[in-house]
């Protein structure tokens, strides 16, 4: 592995410091800065050395984005976009204002390019076949797992962990209402997708016998589509009652720490917990008091 994330500790921070922390930095510096910081997230994504030099408009860095991630829409888009917002705030042929949606627009694509490292490890690792990495990234900003399991979902559309993941976090990144469109919106395709695999029973007939699998299928809903409509219900309730357990990094970052980080028993866990390790590095912890009530959540969702 070329990149080390070790070696980028103290330029990240400060990146993330000047364009996050800082509320009387101006929206020129914060992009600026957000573009000099998505450069080293293209050094993570291509595992590039530091004596590597990086621009986001470079032909040769484009072309090996476009290798490395099957040219996925979501990067190809991002790099182009941050490249023409970050001109703006860089060349002085610009001497207009930069407004706060400038900044938000930034941040959404710098975000698009922190999912795109999670497709990328997910097209290698089939996501849900790990439960300790399913639970680990439930661990992120609800729209950072929204934006790779939207993703995802185009093109594993029968992942029936997948479609359960992206409806609930639809209602913690946005909306009851949003979560509930989506599921509608694919009513006939869910009414026709089973809630378990054909596999799922045998290997459950195998090691508890065909009654107990018998069980499992008598008592499932009768769809996929039954089935997010019940999830959505339930987590729901819990929101209402609760709030969000976490909206950001910085909520997130405490629990991170704490079950955050894999064994490195295996190059899956490896790759994984690098990849963690990258999006949370800079990101200061804030004090959350509803991690203390975390038995009332379901954080895997």
Request: charged share 30%.
């Amino acid at each position: 592995m070329n990149f080390k994330n070790q070696a980028y500790e103290d330029l990240v921070r400060d990146l993330i410091n000047d364009a996050f922390y800082i509320d009387s930095r101006s929206n020129r510096g914060k992009i600026s800065t957000i573009r000099q910081y998505a450069e080293v997230v293209i050094r993570k994504l291509l595992d590039l050395p530091n004596n590597k030099k990086v621009t986001l408009g470079d032909y040769e860095i484009i072309k090996k984005l476009k290798i490395v991630s099957s040219n996925n829409k979501l990067l190809m888009k991002a790099v182009k976009k941050l490249q023409e917002i970050g001109n703006k705030c860089t060349h002085t042929q610009n001497p207009y204002p930069i407004s706060e949606e400038n900044v938000s627009d930034a941040i959404n694509e710098l975000f698009n390019l922190y999912a795109s490292i999670f497709v990328i490890y997910f097209q290698k690792y089939k996501f849900g076949s790990n439960n300790e990495v399913t639970s680990a990234f439930s661990i992120l900003p609800p729209i950072i797992r929204y934006i790779v399991l939207d993703n995802l979902y185009k093109d594993d559309k029968k992942n029936l962990l997948i479609i359960d993941k992206l409806s609930l976090v639809l209602l913690k990144a946005f909306d009851k209402e949003s979560a509930l469109k989506w599921v509608e919106d694919r009513k006939d395709e869910l009414s026709n997708t089973l809630p378990y695999t054909q596999e799922g029973i045998t290997e459950i007939e195998s090691s508890h016998r065909k009654l107990c699998a018998d069980a499992v299928v008598a008592n499932a809903p009768e769809s996929m589509y039954n089935l997010c409509l019940e999830r959505l219900e339930e987590v729901s309730s819990i929101i209402d009652k609760q709030g969000l357990l976490y909206n950001n990094f910085e909520q997130a970052k405490p629990l991170y720490i704490e079950k955050g980080i894999l064994s490195n028993d295996s190059q899956e866990h490896r790759d994984f917990n690098s990849i963690m390790e990258f999006v949370y590095l800079g990101r200061k912890a804030e004090e959350n008091e509803k991690l203390e009530n975390l038995h009332l959540y379901n954080i895997t969702v």
